[in-house]
């Protein structure tokens, strides 16, 4: 009978632990939170934005690497985040597209209505460029896009290669564009953005496309060539802010704004170069940036690097498994009612199954895209990403395993008139605890693996370093991430094992052999 | 206590069992017989609400059965199934004890209850306390006809009870079940296809064919005055030792 009390103990007590973690969860929330979007540049500015609010009212916060512009974006329309980095050519092309913005002024009113605010620019224009390498430019007398045009129209050499990436080829303001207006007839060929430096390096490509504050401008000595005519749109970086930031923490605001026109094109390509060659820390980059050019001394804490390994490591434990545990405990007080209906009502069967199994298929940045304007950033829409992706083996495995018990024995439950709910909770959901289990573990393995997304959209866990990692081609930091995930999911393995000797009854293991 | 007044039922337009009414004397064993598909377990799972029947009546105790009393009908009924049907995440003394536990009986009268029926079913000793997958099949017959008696059912219903037993097995349980039957005075139905083992358990033996009762009465009836042809074929067929075929137009 223990086996019977555990299996309605169970749901019961996960019920209680979750609510007690909401109502841990509920955080006291910093004056001024700044976002920043998964890019090693636009991670610097939060950090040095940061900085500075810090300094100002000594209660900031960063979200930081948040993901894409929509997510980032979406945060600060909510109020998930006051501030971030965006650039003017993504406010116009990308956020504001359809509402024929053209000048800032007209970005201005557009945001107005959203009540956000852009700052005057920081002054580096982070476009798309053409580049080649310095000396070769130099050698065939190229300086401007106009100059390649001519030299590219009369050259016959077969190594006059132009290799561009796969994004920059497709975009209308990309080389669709510069062809038209600069009258190239040069077929380019599609690279990944890495192999292109390398090829232009090797000397097997000529030219190809760049963001004009790439670190790599420097490290391989690239010469930028001058858009005569000024064809791609401009990428200003502006600082973002909601209306509200005005009156709720001027200072911070004042501070922020000091950075108007003080960041041009070389120092952030200088920044990026340290933290993405050199990999130095985001932070301390961003730090002597303030210090040097403005002479704003910031706390940007000197720390041993292992006590910072230390504290990450315990920091995205607990974060990993409170997204685990959260997510699986809700998971399971409503995937094990919806497979008990399943079985219970067979009209509704076909229903429940598939809806679980479309929410399986559904992408999980597509999930979090969604999630992050209802539920906004942090832990609530990673848990509920993870507990949609928790439902399908657990509705599976509690439908499957009462499904498949013998004809005989639900017979004999029910010719010794024991009623429906007895018999659900004395003979089948006992029969079946091993097939309930058995799903309960494959959503918690498949979670753990999946909680890295957590990182996307500040929810923390070991997708942080991961996704930093990935970022920052920094092999370690990723391993930070990567090998405890895999570690995670193998006690999570063992785990279930151990469970199963309490949950499963003894006499169905002794039927089985084991 | 326990008739079926004009009973039929028909899955789709199949009908398996005609309308078909049957008194079962009390304290009396009744054995069901035919061949496959006759009708036979249709007729032991119309009585205890397994199958609900198309047409006609089950009373019990003058009650006619209805899907809101057959619940509480139930628990005045035993019903014994080939193999036991025992759980198997269930101790032999929980399968046997779960229901009087289910209605609030307390440890100790179950556990009397249980060297009661322990002793009258002859259950080895310590056979109680092992599971269902570590006992031989006529040790799970036992327990499952323990549990059908542990609310001294008024009525107990068998299908196939010994179908899976070897011989020798078999005819030990039969010795004892005849025993139990008489020593409790129960009304029991049985169903089987052994026409030996309707005799030797049948005050009364109903053999069924076609979804409809041919023959009532008792074995030596049957043999000596069959009915029809059909039931003369079945008795040919069973071979019974000091019996001899008779002559009968083959199918």
Not at chain 1, 97 to 105: A, F, L, P, T, Y
Not at chain 1, 267 to 281: L, P, Q
Not at chain 1, 386 to 400: C, D, G, K, M, Q
Not at chain 2, 22 to 51: A, D, F, H, N, Y
């Amino acid at each position: 009978m223990r086996s019977i009390v555990s299996l309605t103990v169970f749901p019961a007590a996960l019920l209680l632990i979750l609510a007690s973690i909401a109502a841990a969860e509920t955080p006291n929330l910093p004056l001024v939170r700044v976002g920043s979007k998964s890019s090693i540049e636009n991670v610097i500015l939060g950090e040095m934005l940061t900085l500075l609010a810090d300094q100002a009212s000594g209660d900031a916060r960063h979200q930081s690497a948040l993901g894409g512009t929509q997510i980032v974006f979406a945060a600060l329309k909510k109020g998930d985040i006051d501030v971030y980095i965006e650039y003017t050519g993504t406010l116009s092309q990308e956020i504001l597209k359809g509402q024929r913005v053209r000048s800032d002024d007209d970005i201005r009113a557009a945001l107005a209505k959203l009540d956000l605010v852009m700052s005057q620019p920081l002054g580096f224009n982070n476009t798309y460029a053409l580049g080649m390498k310095a000396d070769v430019a130099e050698k065939m007398k190229i300086q401007t896009i106009s100059d390649l045009a001519r030299v590219a129209k009369s050259s016959t050499d077969p190594q006059f290669k132009f290799g561009f990436s796969d994004e920059f080829l497709k975009r209308g303001d990309g080389w669709p564009a510069v062809k038209v207006l600069y009258q190239f007839d040069n077929v380019p060929t599609g690279l990944d953005h890495s192999l292109a430096y390398r090829g232009l390096h090797s000397g097997t490509l000529l030219v190809t496309d760049l963001y004009s504050t790439d670190p790599e401008i420097a490290k391989y000595r690239l010469k930028i060539l001058d858009d005569d005519l000024a064809c791609f749109p401009e990428y200003h970086a502006v600082i973002l802010y909601r209306e509200d930031l005005k009156d709720r923490a001027p200072q911070v605001l004042q501070n922020l704004l000091k950075l108007e026109g003080k960041i041009d094109n070389s120092a952030m390509m200088e920044m990026n170069t340290r933290v993405r060659i050199d990999h130095d820390r985001d932070v301390n980059v961003a730090g002597d940036f303030l210090l040097s050019k403005l002479k704003i001394e910031t706390q940007s804490g000197e720390e041993k690097k292992w006590v910072v390994i230390g504290r990450d490591f315990v920091r995205n434990t607990t974060r990993h498994l409170l997204l685990v545990f959260c997510s699986l405990s809700a998971a399971v007080t409503v995937a094990l009612p919806l497979g008990i209906w399943a079985y219970e009502y067979p009209k509704v069967t076909h229903g429940i199954l598939g809806i679980v199994g479309i929410i399986q298929t559904i992408p999980s940045m597509a999930v979090l895209v969604f999630m992050v304007p209802l539920l906004g950033l942090g832990v609530k829409p990673a848990i509920m990403a993870l507990f949609l992706y928790s439902l399908l083996p657990i509705v599976r495995n509690t439908y499957a395993g009462l499904n498949e018990i013998p004809a005989n024995l639900k017979e004999s439950a029910i010719v010794l008139g024991l009623s429906r709910q007895a018999r659900l909770y004395l003979v089948e959901l006992p029969i079946a605890s091993r097939s309930i289990l058995a799903g309960i573990k494959t959503a918690a393995v498949i979670n753990v693996g999946t909680a890295t997304i957590g990182g996307l959209i500040g929810a923390g866990g070991y997708g942080e370093p991961i996704l930093t990692g990935i970022r920052l081609a920094d092999v370690s930091l990723l391993l930070q991430g990567a090998i405890p995930a895999a570690l995670l999911a193998v006690v999570v393995q063992g785990l279930f094992e151990l469970l199963e000797r309490l949950v499963v009854p003894q006499g169905l293991r002794l039927a089985r052999g084991d | 206590m326990l008739e079926l007044i004009a009973v039929a039922k028909s899955f789709g337009k199949t009908q398996v069992l005609k309308p078909t009414s049957l008194v079962l004397e009390p304290g009396k064993t009744t054995v069901l017989i035919g061949p496959s598909g006759c009708g036979k377990s249709t007729i032991l799972r119309i009585m205890i609400g397994l199958i609900e029947p198309s047409e006609g009546t089950v009373k019990f105790d003058g009650v006619a059965l209805t899907p809101g009393n057959i619940m509480l009908m139930r628990r005045k009924m035993g019903y014994v199934i080939q193999d036991g049907g025992l759980f198997p995440h269930l101790s032999a003394r929980d399968n046997v004890g779960l229901l009087a536990r289910y209605l609030g009986w307390d440890k100790q009268r179950v556990n009397e209850r249980l060297e009661e029926l322990a002793k009258l079913t002859r259950l080895p000793d310590g056979a109680l306390d092992r599971f269902p997958s570590q006992l031989s099949g006529g040790q799970r017959q036992r327990l499952g006809i323990m549990r059908a008696l542990m609310l001294d059912p008024d009525v107990l219903l068998l299908d196939e009870p010994m179908g899976a037993l070897d011989p020798l097995v078999r005819y030990d349980l039969q010795e004892d079940l005849r025993g139990i039957f008489q020593s409790l005075k129960k009304t029991v139905v049985l169903v089987t296809h052994d026409m030996g083992e309707a005799g030797f358990f049948g005050d009364t033996v109903v053999l069924l064919g076609g979804g409809e009762i041919v023959q009532q009465g008792t074995l030596a009836d049957m043999i000596h005055t069959p009915a029809n042809d059909y039931v003369t074929r079945f008795i040919n067929a069973q071979r019974l030792p000091g019996v001899e075929p008779k002559e009968v137009a083959t199918s």
